[in-house]
């Protein structure tokens, strides 16, 4: 029998100083995706891949504000795709496979559908060299590990 155990996130985890590596204004280069297509064809369910890439505008950002403390009292941050512009609180968790950045709605946020439907949600840091940084998703449909969907969002650092 295997005895886990399960930590809260809190002020001095080993891992609040993580999310201050990537403070700054990042420029959105682009989302890229790779997503399944769910179709139903009579009687039949096809699931078929499509893959597209989303440029931005040349003005678009995510920025991520200094903070001592990343978990309890995260600063409101703002960003701006697709000529919305939001609010958000951004975590991170230095975590045990890949290192992530969650980015959700703060207490005060109004609602953002191009927020929540390209930004919100956990991010892994697939790759962070100097001023460039990939984050992104992975999942697979019913344990078919043979075809990995994703989204990846590349960004370069402006300030």
Known sequence: MAVTTCYKWSPNWRDTKFRNKFVGKWRIDSIQYFLPSI?????TV????????IYAKPDDYLEILFTKDQV???????????????????QGFDGKI?????????????????????????????????VKLKMG???????NYDRTYYSDTYLTKIE
Not at 39 to 43: C, K, L, T
Not at 46 to 53: F, G
Not at 99 to 127: A, N
Not at 137 to 143: E, G, M, R, S
């Open 46 to 53: 096809l699931v078929l891949d499509t893959q597209y890439t």
């Open 39 to 43: 179709r139903e064809v009579g009687d």
């Open 98 to 130: 890949l290192p992530s950045l969650g980015f959700t709605y703060c207490l005060t946020c109004s609602p953002s559908i191009t927020f929540q439907k390209y930004i919100m949600g956990t991010r892994f840091i697939k790759m962070h060299e100097g």
């Open 72 to 90: 309890e009292k995260n600063v409101t941050c703002t960003g701006k795709f697709m000529d919305s512009t939001f609010s958000y609180d951004v």
């Open 137 to 143: 998703t992975k999942f697979w449909l019913n344990d």
